[in-house]
T-cell receptor, first 116, second 114 residues
């Protein structure tokens, strides 16, 4: 059974700091991994999608890496800003799940607070 | 449409009443997901639709929950005889055809059962 873990559960950093969020998954048989942010009381906003054949993806100040064999992904945020404060979620799409579907399996998230 | 649209954004209902939540996926997206997020908790899978295939209902928590989707368009999640433990944010997502595509979420419906 695929399980996704995110560490740390919460993180507080001063503005301008570079930071790394971690995502671990137990089964390397995945199609892709996606990072989202969720603002309080809101839905999820997609940040980056990494295919299983890729090692990393970049979007602006965000860089996500994927090491499928070790079951790890990291989200690197450069020069953090107060507007980056949110909960960050990672999700994997299993290559097989009960042979019937390929739903997204989510981690429990990292709550990030960037202090001005 | 430009994104996944959910309605209503907020719903307060009395215990025992039925509720219907609506999701309009991105036009052309064949797959649609419903998730539930209780306060302070992670996303809990409910149901998955892919085109005209039989839906994966393995996440529905009880027979009070059901969902329908007509073709590749709108989906409705129905909760009958609501209970207080049903209070949560219900999130809908859609993806394009294929497994290596990005999932896009709506803003959710916040359901409060009083």
């Amino acid at each position: 059974k695929q399980e996704v873990t995110q560490i740390p559960a919460a993180l507080s950093v001063p503005e301008g700091e570079n930071l790394v969020l971690n995502c671990s998954f137990t089964d390397s048989a995945i199609y892709n991994l996606q990072w989202f942010r969720q603002d309080p009381g809101k839905g999820l906003t997609s940040l980056l999608l990494i295919q299983s054949s890729q090692r990393e993806q970049t979007s602006g100040r965000l860089n996500a890496s994927l090491d499928k064999s070790s079951g790890r992904s990291t989200l690197y945020i450069a020069a953090s800003q107060p507007g980056d404060s949110a909960t960050y979620l990672c999700a994997v799409r299993p290559r097989r799940y009960g042979g019937a579907t390929n739903k997204l399996i989510f981690g429990t998230g990292t709550l990030l607070a960037v202090q001005p | 449409g430009a994104g996944v649209s959910q309605s209503p954004s907020n719903k307060v209902t009395e215990k025992g009443k039925d509720v219907e939540l609506r999701c309009d996926p991105i036009s052309g997206h064949t797959a649609l997901y419903w998730y539930r997020q209780r306060l302070g908790q992670g996303l809990e899978f409910l149901i998955y639709f892919q085109g005209n295939s039989a839906p994966d209902k393995s996440g529905l928590p009880s027979d009070r929950f059901s969902a329908e989707r007509t073709g590749e368009s709108v989906s409705t999640l129905t909760i009958q005889r609501t209970q207080q433990e049903d209070s949560a944010v219900y999130l809908c997502a859609s993806t394009n055809r294929g497994m290596n595509t990005e999932a896009f979420f709506g803003q959710g419906t916040r359901l409060t059962v009083v």
